[in-house]
């Protein structure tokens, strides 16, 4: 599979708190919210990769953990 390039933005946690964003990060939460589902690898990528296009609609530069999980929210 073709691996979507970095996504260059800072994540502002509820504390303030900034730090790169992770994609490791977002699927370990990602894997959390869907313990109770049942899912492909395949569309778990899937999922993975259109939260990342929304993120990159951001173009500031910075987002909020909370706008991440709104947009995870909206593609569960």
Known sequence: AEE????DCTVVKRNGRREPYSREKLASGLRRSLEKRPYTQAQFSSLLHN??????????????????????????
């Open 4 to 7: 979507m390039e970095l996504l």
């Open 51 to 76: 939260i990342e296009r929304e993120v990159q609609k951001v173009r500031s530069g910075e987002i909020t953990s909370a706008d991440i999980g709104e947009i995870v929210m909206t593609q569960l």
